[in-house]
């Protein structure tokens, strides 16, 4: 499989790990889950982040669910693997599995132990040389998760310092400012131009972040087509027709990204779609009410018909 690179663009979609009802990995869904992926347009997959429960596999677990991925992807789309963990022993076990298992890269955020911007910077460092000169990786600047606020300024000196660090998964939020700040940088020769995709919020700020000069999204929505497709309308210079299809996905965009619930919200609506055979969400996890799964419904429906005016 073609290594990451600062040329990654499009939609690497950050995946869910289907489990049965009883809680176990679900290898046929994950089979299932990739081909709809594909069908849809992503141009690469994320296995393993924050919303895939990766702190909640086992290390052999999280060994057999990449494995399943990339024997299912086959080489045809890049797949990129969380690889944060709280010492680097861990990290680099993981890292080394699945680079040898054919994953394109690995993502890496920060852990909410470091503070100042120099022990940002020199954790960053530590992570470059952990992983090794052969291994491309994706720096994650998600506060919202992590309680780590890296500047501008801070993200400028990791990429000057780990120069196998070829992506960054923007989340700060918000963060069109950062994310000007950054390419304004690289256009001046002033850092490395890396590739830069977007995760806010399931993409709730895709088109903005797309005009500041972002490469595409790395997030994750029960409906990967609207990224896919305002991501290809943006491309060719369709600013309104982004915006048009963007506002037609938003109100149950927005509805999945409600803290706590959310996964809840995207597995379920993975259910109704075919592509997994249960909603099951490993604790510590939320269950969906029967009011949310009418709220659901309502917006499903409401989606539809927009969808259908805009042709």
């Known amino acids: 499989m073609k290594p990451l690179d600062a040329s990654a663009q499009g939609v690497y979609l950050i995946t869910v790990t289907p489990f049965t009802g009883s809680g176990a990995l679900d290898l046929a869904s994950t089979d299932r889950m990739v081909d709809f992926c594909l069908d849809k347009g992503v141009t690469g ?14 290390m052999e677990e999280s060994r057999a669910f990449v494995r399943r991925v990339l024997a299912r992807v086959d080489g045809r789309v890049p797949v990129v693997v969380g690889a944060s963990a709280p010492g680097f022993a ?18 890496v955020a920060p852990p909410p132990t470091v503070r100042t911007d ?7 460092q530590m992570v470059d040389e952990t992983l090794g000169p052969r291994v491309p990786w994706a720096l994650q600047d998600h506060p919202v ?37 950054l390419r304004a940088a690289s256009d001046k020769g002033e850092v490395k131009r890396v590739s830069i995709l977007t995760g806010n919020g399931g993409g709730l700020f895709l088109p903005e972040e797309l005009t500041r000069g972002a490469d595409g999204a790395m997030t994750g929505f029960a409906y990967p087509e609207m990224m ?36 809840a919200v995207r597995k379920y609506l993975f259910q ?5 055979a249960s909603d099951f969400v490993r604790r510590p996890g939320p269950k969906l009410s029967a009011q949310d799964v009418a709220d659901i419904q309502w917006l499903v429906a409401r989606q539809d018909r927009r969808l259908r005016e805009l042709g």
Not at 119 to 124: E, G, L
Not at 272 to 276: D, F, S
Request: charged share 20%; net charge neutral.
């Open 145 to 181: 998760s992590t309680t780590v606020q890296m500047s501008p300024s801070v993200i400028l000196r990791i990429l000057k310092n780990s120069p196998t660090c070829v992506m960054l998964k923007h989340e700060d939020w918000p963060g069109l400012a950062k994310l000007s700040a």
């Open 228 to 263: 896919v497709d305002v991501v290809a309308a943006h491309a060719r210079g369709d600013r309104a027709r982004a915006h048009d299809l963007f506002d037609a996905y938003l109100p149950l965009a927005r509805y999945e990204q409600q803290a706590g619930v959310g996964l």
């Open 45 to 58: 997959l994320t296995v393993l982040g924050i919303m895939g429960e990766a702190t909640k596999l086992t």
């Open 272 to 276: 109704q779609r075919g592509v997994i």
């Open 90 to 107: 861990a990290m680099k076990e993981l890292t080394d599995s699945v680079m040898d298992l054919g994953a394109s890269g690995v993502m």
């Open 118 to 124: 120099d022990q940002i910077v020199s954790y960053f």
